[in-house]
């Protein structure tokens, strides 16, 4: 059975950084592109960015590119996404899933919640 854990989720001022985790499970995680997306509050989901499954090719949203790295290890089923510069813009629950930009599995972990405040 497909299962996604999220977790480093946390308050953070902006300008601050947070790092990210997610443990996937029930799958070959080691041949399958991940991606992180979130959702705000209001709003749909969203691709924030995403990783191939060898972790040559890399892709992110306009509005994290040069702040956010998303990194992978296939030995420990686990991706990772390192956060930079955070916004209150980037407030939101996030999530990861298995695809290239577009989730594969229509399941999802409980997510993990982004809170950037002063």
């Known amino acids: 059975q497909v299962h996604f854990v999220e977790s480093g989720g946390g308050l953070v001022q902006p300008g601050g950084s947070l790092r990210l985790s997610c443990e996937a499970s029930?799958?070959?995680?080691?041949?399958?592109?991940m991606s992180w997306f979130r959702q705000a509050p209001g709003k749909e989901r969203e691709l924030v960015a995403t990783i191939g499954s060898a972790s040559i090719r890399t892709e992110y949203a306009d509005s994290v590119k040069g702040r956010f790295i998303i990194s992978r290890d296939n030995a420990k089923n686990t991706v990772s996404l390192q956060m930079n510069s955070l916004r209150p813009e980037d407030t939101a629950v996030y999530y990861c899933?298995?695809?290239?930009?577009?989730?594969?599995?229509?399941?999802w972990g409980q997510g993990t919640q982004v809170t950037v405040s002063s």
């Open positions: 899933n298995a695809g290239w930009m577009l989730p594969f599995f229509d399941l």
């Open positions: 029930g799958f070959t995680f080691g041949h399958r592109s």
